[in-house]
C-alpha cells in the first residue's frame, strides 16, 4: 500500500488513534500534502515511509519519551530512508527477513538533547555464532535505546 488514513496507520502501527493525531499534530508524522490543513470532511493520507516511521516510534513513545523527542527521532529516521541502502533494509524488515536493529542515541547538547539512529544487522561469524555489528562509535554518557525492526514493521507486508 503506497497511502494509508489514520485508520490504516492504527491498523500497522499497533498505536491509539489519539496518539497518531497527536504526533500528526505535531509533526512527528507528516500527512501528506494537500490532505494535511485541507478541512473538514478531508482525511489525512499519509504515506508508506510515514507509516514506517509511525511502526518504529511506537515502542518509543510507549517508554515515555516525550513528543519534542520523537519528533527528533522521527526526523533522523527521515534522513535515513533517503539513503538507497537504508531503504533496502528497511523493507528487508518488513518482508521479515532477518534481524535488524534500529539503534537510536541521544545524548545532552549545549541546550538541547541530540539523536543518532543507525541501523544495525546480525551476522553469523565464521565459527557460527551470531553477532550484532553496530555502525558507529557510542559517545560517553549516552541513552541507547534499540529495537527490533521486524517485530514493529510486520504489519506493513
Not at 27 to 55: K, L, M, Y
Not at 79 to 95: E, P, R, T, W, Y
Request: aromatic residues 6%; glycine residues 8%; charged residues 25%.
Amino acid at each position: 500500500m503506497d497511502s494509508y488514513s489514520l485508520g490504516g496507520l492504527v491498523e500497522v502501527t499497533g498505536a491509539k488513534r489519539r496518539s497518531l493525531q497527536l504526533w500528526a499534530d505535531r509533526g512527528v508524522i507528516q500527512a501528506d500534502r494537500g490532505t494535511e490543513d485541507a478541512g473538514t470532511g478531508t482525511h489525512r493520507q499519509f504515506s508508506r515511509e510515514e507509516a514506517i516511521i509511525g511502526c518504529a516510534i511506537r515502542p518509543f513513545a510507549e517508554r515515555q519519551i516525550a513528543i519534542g523527542e520523537l519528533k527528533k527521532i522521527a526526523t533522523a529516521l527521515r534522513s535515513m530512508m533517503l539513503l538507497d541502502a537504508n531503504a533496502k533494509v528497511f523493507s528487508s524488515a518488513i518482508g521479515g527477513d532477518g534481524d535488524t536493529m534500529l539503534i537510536c542515541e541521544s545524548w545532552d547538547a549545549k541546550e538541547d538533547r541530540e539523536y543518532r539512529c543507525s541501523i544495525a544487522q546480525t551476522a553469523v561469524d565464521p565459527r557460527g555464532s551470531q553477532k550484532i555489528y553496530f555502525l558507529h562509535h557510542h559517545k560517553p554518557n549516552s541513552m541507547v535505546m534499540a529495537i527490533r525492526l521486524e517485530t514493529y514493521l510486520g504489519k506493513l507486508k
